[in-house]
């Protein structure tokens, strides 16, 4: 038998398992973000930057910005400002990601907790927070589910159908707030979920009226923010990805689910994951009925075809379908029957298998920047307060990394000496900050942190620093187009340059 409940071992007073291994699951989790400075995520330097940039804004030091406290997509911010205020800036990227990733992790343990699932499974979830959508900084929608689950626990104490009006109302009020807030996608997720349960349960008309009052609050606030939504044409421009078929590859399903590594390492975490459900399975074949969690295992399976069928980007949002597939995967390996093996057996494999994997990629992590931040300390040590900074990323593609890692590494400058840089989240009008006038553009180049070969010698009239990312070729030749960039620092990957002003008469 698999330990009980929190709620159960606080009565016997025998060891309270759950948390031993839940908090052993956290301590994993954040080992790789603790042993490096800068977390190979893509977004982090500009999710963190948007916290001084908030302060400026509501100080009323930075008239050009405005914080949109009533849009979604804000809930990781919080964990944010906390690492920032807690450290210094340049500790606060490792404290930020170690704080994500606990979310995930405490999220599965509570849930396995309330209904009784394996604390191994729930210790071998804790592996699929590192995913793809981790990897690109998606925050926000990372912590969101924390709020789908504890979404999910509360409909399901709700189903007695003899529950109070009021704490109907509260419960929804409360959850379906938290679900906007946590990501638009979740508050989808979890509309759908309550029209599913409240079908499958046949809930009484006063229930549902209950929570549909408890869901004005944030209907309101979807009908404010909307016409903005649909006014910058969301939804016209997508791109359907591969298909189904290719999806269900194994080379396609660990991409999806994991998708953070390259290398042996994720391969290997997929093939011992469905040897674990593949296990569990057969040898519960008997008796499914009364070892699969059939709320857990049909949203998983919801989930999980959402993932196979969407398309994968739709405008600016992206993995669009994919992002959904470590959610199901996760529900899923709690909602099945764990190996019938000797419990303290299954616990001990769960957790080496956790342990193999947190640990290797705390060295992937520790090799990238060694190898591939070489100069970046440096580089962003060298710039004064308030530096103006064009931020230029010729390399593109890490030989560790799947994702885009570096095209946002320039947005250190901004978190550690505050200033301005070419591209920052302020330009985006789903960011907690946002520029006051979004439609004047820039004066330079738009772009440059996607294609910085459309660098124009007048770009740099509006710039002080140039933080380039580049081969030694590349950085000759801008040397010999561009007499105004001055190397501030030794060659390396990492270069810092400052940008003379243009000559007279020029």
Known sequence: MEAPPLRLQARTGRPDRRRLYALAGCLLAALPALLVAYP??????????????CAEALSGASPDYRVQWLTPNKL??????????????????????????????????????????????????GLLLFNHVFYLGLFNFVVGLAVFVFWFDALERERTHTARFARTVLTCGVGGLLLYLAHALWLVAGLGWLVLVTLWDRRPFRWQLAAAAGLVPTLALVLLWYPSLSGAGWGSVSSYGPSPIVRLSFAGLTNATLGGLRGWLEPLAMLAVFIWIGLGLWQHRNRLGETV?????????????????????????????????????????????????RPLLRR??????????????????????????????????????????????????????????????HAYAQLFHGGRLNFSFASMASSLVVKTDLATPDGWTPGLEWAPQLLRPSDLDHFDFALLHAPPAVVSR?????????????????????????PAGR
């Open 348 to 409: 001990g494999l769960a957790m080496a298998i956790l342990t193999a994997f947190c640990l290797s990629t705390a060295s992937a992590w520790i090799s990238f920047e060694r190898d591939e931040l070489r100069g970046l300390d440096t580089a962003l040590a060298g710039l004064p307060p308030e530096p103006r900074v064009l931020g230029l990323d010729f390399v593109r593609s890490s030989p560790r990394m799947k994702q885009p890692v570096y095209m946002q590494l």
């Open 40 to 53: 190979p995520i893509t977004d982090l330097p500009q999710q963190l930057a948007q916290i001084p940039l």
């Open 478 to 502: 801008l040397l010999d187009q561009e007499e105004r960039l001055l190397p501030l620092t030794p060659a390396a990957p990492w270069q810092l340059f400052r940008i003379a002003p243009e």
């Open 76 to 125: 990781s911010y919080p964990l944010l400002g906390l690492a920032w205020l807690a450290l210094p800036p340049s500790a606060s990227p490792r404290l930020a990601t170690a704080l994500i990733a606990v979310t995930w992790v405490l999220a599965l343990h509570w849930l396995a907790a309330r209904r009784r699932r394996s604390v191994a499974a729930a210790a071998l979830a």
């Open 293 to 341: 969690d059939p709320r857990l295992l049909t949203a998983a399976i919801l989930f999980l075809l959402v993932a196979l069928v969407l398309p994968d980007k739709v405008d600016r949002t992206l993995r669009f379908a994919s992002r959904w597939m470590p959610v199901g995967g996760a529900l899923l390996l709690l909602a099945l029957p764990p190996p019938a093996i």
